[in-house]
């Protein structure tokens, strides 16, 4: 399994009139995490798309626990549980380390897409050789 985190503070922005997290800011959060995570593997968002592809979001999920505060420090926890053939999903738990309490945990799906074509592709080799280190070689999904 591959797991790394990420530490963000609440913005005054990030709230709503109910001085919560405003809900969509979680899938921003995610995604942070999953950016965090991949420049710690070497392979940036903007590494991927120099090598011809896109990563395009084809599902998400997520489940609200408890909301996050204005200035609240909060840990976002990002884990692939398996290699990918084809699919790659992210699953997020969000913490505030204030608290001590699980804010929200959610999923995303992800696929490869050749930016030249337009067509779906499995993860490139490039992509795979750096998660391996991670997995065994039965774990692929």
Same mark, same amino acid.
């Given at each position: 399994?591959?797991?790394?985190? !990420?530490?963000?503070?609440?913005?005054?922005?990030?709230?709503?009139?109910m001085? $919560?997290?405003?809900n969509?800011?979680?899938?921003?959060? $995610?995604?942070?995490?999953?950016?965090?995570?991949?420049?710690? +593997?070497? #392979?940036?968002?903007?590494?991927?798309e120099?090598?011809?592809?896109?990563? &395009?979001?084809?599902?998400?999920?997520?489940?609200?626990?408890? &909301?996050?505060?204005?200035?609240?420090? +909060?840990?976002?926890? !990002?884990?692939?549980?398996? #290699?990918?053939? #084809?699919?790659?999903?992210t699953?997020?738990?969000?913490?505030?380390?204030?608290?001590?309490?699980?804010?929200?945990?959610?999923?995303?799906?992800? +696929?490869?897409?050749?930016? #030249? !074509?337009?067509?779906?592709?499995? &993860?490139?080799?490039?992509?795979?050789?750096? +998660?391996?280190k $991670? $997995?065994?070689?039965?774990?692929?999904?």
């Amino acid at each position: 399994m591959l797991k790394h985190t !990420t530490r963000i503070r609440v913005r005054y922005a990030d709230t709503d009139q109910m001085n $919560f997290v405003y809900n969509g800011k979680y899938f921003e959060y $995610f995604e942070v995490g999953r950016t965090e995570m991949m420049r710690y +593997l070497n #392979l940036p968002y903007k590494m991927i798309e120099e090598e011809g592809f896109q990563m &395009p979001v084809i599902e998400a999920h997520i489940n609200f626990k408890n &909301p996050a505060f204005y200035d609240e420090e +909060l840990e976002i926890e !990002t884990k692939v549980d398996s #290699l990918p053939e #084809l699919k790659v999903i992210t699953n997020y738990t969000i913490k505030s380390i204030d608290r001590d309490v699980t804010i929200c945990e959610g999923y995303i799906v992800l +696929l490869f897409r050749n930016k #030249l !074509t337009g067509r779906i592709s499995r &993860p490139p080799d490039f992509f795979i050789n750096s +998660l391996k280190k $991670f $997995f065994n070689e039965d774990e692929a999904q």
